[in-house]
């Protein structure tokens, strides 16, 4: 176990905590029967960790992940997100959080198939309501960063598994969010590539990144610098490694 | 979404799927160039008849006294029984207007039917005979290309003498000069002595195939019963004294035909106003029919947009997870949907405009309906075309407003 101190409801999280979730619940209703996916998560993540979740399947993972990620919200609990409480916030709220303070990696990449590598990359940018020039700059500087700033111009379709994934990991770093939320970024690649992306992610960290990766394989899960295990909608275990 | 990077996407979206999206502006394409099209012939006709159709039929400053009008329209069968029963307009009646009228006019005798006229074995077929005085040619503007028109005499006398219209001339002479040639009207011989200009054509209908012989020669057997003209023509030199002669002469047939205060005519006074009355109750159907035609054609084109959208939407409702995992608001994507919906809208009625004004032309130039374009009419085109598209876009769009992020994000 982390070595923080016991949050109680109604605190405000330290400063240095990007994300507290306190006694977090969400449950689904399916037709009629409730299922409880999250029992009460309680998590601190500092700024600049490297957190892996893991967990089997149906352990909650997923929906931890789009509670963090503000796509859902909780159904008691609460979540704060760099000391802002936005486990009650609206949904355009929600979305203006997604858009500043939360970078998405998914397994499927998740990218636009009718646009091109630097409009993608945009697409953020466009929400925050940025200017046409400053967006392309600042997409174009965000896809050199991921070493592609020679496939500007490529679709999806142009590119290879890892060049997509690198087009969303720019595109979720454009914004420069305060988490990095990766949902199995691994799955679709295969090892080689697998191995590449773990070394974006090291380095990304290196340079102050907060990075939180869902992920079921034990591998991928060991190059994070911590470890929570959930089962059956708690954690389980939460683990510090060696880095 | 900036509005401007909306409508960007839109016209993004319209050029990667051009026949889709071909398909789905077609409704709306034709409902605009229906509204253009139609719109420029009523247009066009309201500009003919106000300029030409009246002053041919009737003239300038001029009326037509009548049993009844001449040129009518939708009339009740009782009304039309009614005029029937009325008596005709007598010689005596013409010459005690003509003698009456104490403003300066001109004034001729008329009455028309429809005939044959023959020369030498050749027969024209459904001609207009027309008998008339002298001042005929005057008042209705006929220039005489060729020849001479009859005398005062000739008319006073009933002289077997005619002028043809032009069509005739060419029908009965071709590569002949007819002036002093015989033509026959049922049987009687009579002396060509002039043939009058083209007149050209009305709503396709010629204007130039009819004999003028004096109303007192024997023509007036083949139009009329003995001693009945059908209109006394009475020309003044302005609209007020038009006026005035078509009060006096008011005066004179109700005396003559001692009518008594409460008693409604029993005869008409037919000026190219009154002519013009008929067309504007034409052209009320016409402006009635039209936009609910537009209409139906711009609903069933709104309503396959509407389809078309909810295809969009739900093809894309990865895409929409997708944006909205990157932080796009609920207005953001309805903003994306609207703008493409009323582009969609707009592409179809921007092409129905270029096609309407093309077929306008088309018609000016293949047909004797003149239609001019009205620079309103573009306007309301793309207006309505537009609106059409924002209409039939709002449920589309706010459907995918509300997708669910997470639900949008999974599926395949």
Known sequence: MTDLQAFRTGDTPLPDIVILTHKLTRDYDMGGEVVRALRGVSLQIRKNEYVAV??????????????????????????????????ALSDDELARIRNKEIGFVFQTFNLLPRANALHNVELPLIYAGLPTKDRRARAARALARVGLADRMDHRPNELSGGQRQRVAIARALVNEPSILLADEPTGNLDSTTSSELMQVFQDLHHQGQTIVMVTHEHDIAAHAARVVTLRDGVVATDQLRAA | MPFLEAVRLALQMIRAQKLKSGFSAIGVFIGVTFLIGAWSIVNGMNRYMTDKFAGTLVGVNTFHLRRRPNVNFNVEDSVW??????????????????????????????????????????VAKDITLEGATERYFDIMNLKIADGRAFTPQESK??????????????????????????????????????????????????????????ALSPIQREVNPPGVVDALIVKANSELEMRDAMDQTEAIMRSRRHLRPRQDDNFVMETSEGVLDFWKKLSRILYVVGPGLVGVALVVGGIVIMNIMLMA??????????????????????????????????????????????????????????????PFSILLGVVVGGGVGIVAGVYPASRASRLDPIAALRQE
């Open chain 2, 313 to 374: 939407v739900a093809e894309r409702t990865r895409e929409i997870g997708i944006r909205k995992s990157l932080g796009a608001r609920r207005r953001d994507i309805l903003r994306q949907f609207l703008a493409e919906s009323a582009a969609l809208a707009t592409v179809g009625a921007t092409l129905g405009i270029g096609t309407g004004i093309a077929l306008s032309l088309l018609l000016k130039v293949a047909t004797p309906l003149p239609a001019a374009v009205s």
């Open chain 1, 54 to 87: 893991m967990g089997p399947s149906g352990s909650g993972k997923s929906t931890l992940m789009n509670l963090i990620g503000c796509l859902d919200t909780p159904t008691a609990g609460e979540y704060w997100l760099n000391g802002q409480k936005v486990s």
């Open chain 2, 81 to 122: 029984r009614a005029w029937r029963r009325r008596p005709r307009i007598k010689f005596a009646d013409a010459d005690a207007v003509t003698q009456g009228l104490r403003v300066p006019v001109v004034t001729a005798w008329y009455s028309e039917d429809r005939g044959s006229v023959e020369y030498n074995g050749k």
């Open chain 2, 157 to 214: 006398a009933g002289t077997t003498v005619v002028v043809l219209g032009y069509d005739l001339a060419q029908k009965l002479f071709p590569g002949v000069n007819p002036i002093g040639r015989t033509v026959r009207i049922h049987g009687i011989p009579y002396r060509v002595i002039g043939v009058v200009e083209r007149q050209g054509n009305l709503l396709g209908i010629s204007l130039d195939k009819f004999v003028v012989a004096p």
